[in-house]
């Protein structure tokens, strides 16, 4: 505990950004923020359901059009123990010059328009670890590999390349409070040349829309169940998506296609495989008195089975006040097919600049589908976070 303590303190004093006068000089960039996190289950038996705290640390080094960027947390975690430690997130080397920005290494990459939810948004796949009980951007998994981009006024063009693959992390672990059981999953697939993934992205940035078409060679990231294993297979992912205007509220959407995707069978001697067909449409309201409102329907259909057809929807408003120091925010997962809920209830007063303090309330229910098994596991929590 000192030793983590002792390393948190090594973070918070490291210098701060240097604003060089010069553009071919070396520039040095340091940041982070120091946050607490603690959840308790609000039905017997009353037992903690998280209880984490982390350092964050990004450092940047540029000179010229080239640079560096490495981000990590320094954890220590009550619950899980074998999550204590230092985590690596992103490290990568880059070189921009306005048009052309290439990034080689560790690092997040992000498609799509969706809020939370997952169309096209296929490359970084998900930690699982405490399901979505985290700050959704903490929950993203980096991929190691190329990401190559050309950028007009009107148009941009984007290329990447994966050698190794990441796939999601799942809480098979009995002893933590998000288990899903003991399933066994099966061996990644091997580190080959042709097992890797890579795919593009080409966007449109036009008066009154953005748009986008997208192509992707990958794997299931989310392991499917077949004959009790969880198993990978290759896919196709072509997809699209837009984003317009309409005066106060923005209409967003997403499409793609699922080729040759694996499906969940039981006692069958091969892994069966099916196209399926993935849509969302969403609708953003920015009102005045610093209200917003959202709201997204997604519908997935698949060409095989039984169960062909899912839907899943979101809701999110919120609202700012005393100067925008409080922000109150309800934001909620609705299984529509299953009937089930996952709800977070948060409020987030800024002490400081630096300093905020949060609280929240986390509802589960449901009988079947994804959160039928967490359906117990309702919670109220509270954060600090400071920034430096």
């Known amino acids: 505990m000192k030793r983590f303590f002792f390393l948190a303190l090594i973070w918070c004093i490291m ?3 240097v604003n060089a006068q010069d553009e071919d000089s070396l520039r ?31 450092l940047t080094i540029e000179k010229g059009c080239a640079g560096a960027f ?50 096209t948004d296929l490359v970084s796949p998900m930690d699982y670890t405490e399901f979505l009980a985290q700050d959704y951007d903490d929950i993203r998994i980096p ?57 593009g992205r080409l966007s449109w940035f036009l008066n009154g829309v953005d748009f986008s078409l ?15 294993i969880g198993v990978y297979d290759r896919m196709t992912m072509l997809g699209a998506d837009f984003s317009v205007p309409l005066g106060k509220m923005v209409l967003r959407g997403e499409a793609a296609e699922y080729l040759g995707e694996v499906q969940p069978t039981m006692n069958s001697l091969e892994l069966p495989h099916a196209s399926s067909t993935n849509l969302l449409i969403g609708l953003d ?9 959202s709201a997204q329907y997604s519908y997935k259909y698949v060409a095989w089975g039984d169960n062909r057809s899912s839907s899943l929807a ?28 996952y709800n977070r209830l948060s409020a987030d007063y ?16 449901g009988d079947e589908g994804s959160f039928a098994i967490y359906r117990h596991n309702s919670e109220v929590w509270v954060k600090l976070k400071y920034s430096f």
């Open 214 to 228: 997208s192509a992707l060679r990958t794997w299931n990231k989310m392991p499917v169940l077949c004959n009790g």
């Open 350 to 365: 800024a002490l400081n600049d630096q300093l905020h303090a949060l609280v929240g309330y986390d509802y589960f229910h």
């Open 285 to 293: 309201w920015y009102g005045g008195n610093e209200w917003t409102l």
């Open 28 to 58: 040095i960039g340091v940041k982070g923020f120091v946050d607490t996190y603690h959840a308790l289950r609000v039905e017997d038996p009353h037992d903690w359901m998280s209880s984490r705290t982390r350092v964050r640390g990004e």
């Open 143 to 199: 991929v190691g590999g190329l990401r190559l981009r050309y950028t007009q006024p009107k148009w941009c063009a984007e290329a990447i390349a994966i050698p190794v693959s990441s796939f999601f992390e799942l809480p098979t672990d009995v002893t933590n409070p998000w288990s899903i059981g003991p399933i066994p999953i099966g061996a990644e697939p091997e580190h080959k040349l042709n097992n890797m993934e890579y795919g």
């Open 70 to 119: 490495v981000s990590a947390n320094l954890v220590q975690n009550a619950i899980l123990k074998d999550r204590t430690g230092l985590q690596m997130r992103e490290a990568y080397g880059y070189y921009s010059n306005g048009h052309w920005d290439l990034r080689a290494g560790r690092q997040i990459i992000v498609w799509g328009v969706a809020d939370g939810l997952r169309i």
């Open 15 to 17: 210098p701060r950004p």
């Open 314 to 341: 979101t809701f999110r408003i919120s609202k700012n006040l005393l100067h925008n120091a409080l922000a109150l925010q309800d934001f909620a997962y609705i299984d529509v097919t299953n009937g089930g809920i």
